[in-house]
């Protein structure tokens, strides 16, 4: 554990309700883009229409056509390819966290 307060969810809908039902909105969204029959990156663009783009984003997908590359390319969120192994999660969470700490001071 990393003293990080984690929420999950297996789909949209309960990505929603798990924000609701917090007293916070989370500050780190990490979304594989797999969510079943849902793409993750479009609940991405949900989530910062509603929240804005001041929260750290990340998705992870296992898609590594040219399509996927395009469409990525101009997101501003971070991705990340599987797999993912755990010191890379974590490098990309600090080096995320702190573009939004530099960017929010200056």
Not at 73 to 89: M, Y
Request: overall charge negative; glycine content about 8%; cysteine-free.
């Amino acid at each position: 554990s990393y003293g990080a307060d984690v929420l999950t969810a297996l789909d949209s809908h309960q990505v929603w309700e798990a924000i609701g039902g917090h007293s916070k909105v989370p500050d780190v969204f990490l979304i594989d883009d797999g969510l079943g029959n849902e793409s993750g990156y479009a609940l991405i663009q949900e989530i910062q229409q509603k929240y804005g783009k001041n929260k750290v984003y990340i998705l992870i997908t296992g898609d590594t056509s040219k399509e996927e590359f395009a469409k990525l390319r101009n997101a501003d969120l971070a991705v990340l390819f599987k797999p993912v192994h755990e010191e890379l999660l974590i490098q990309q969470l600090v080096d995320e966290i702190h573009k939004k700490v530099e960017s929010s001071v200056l």
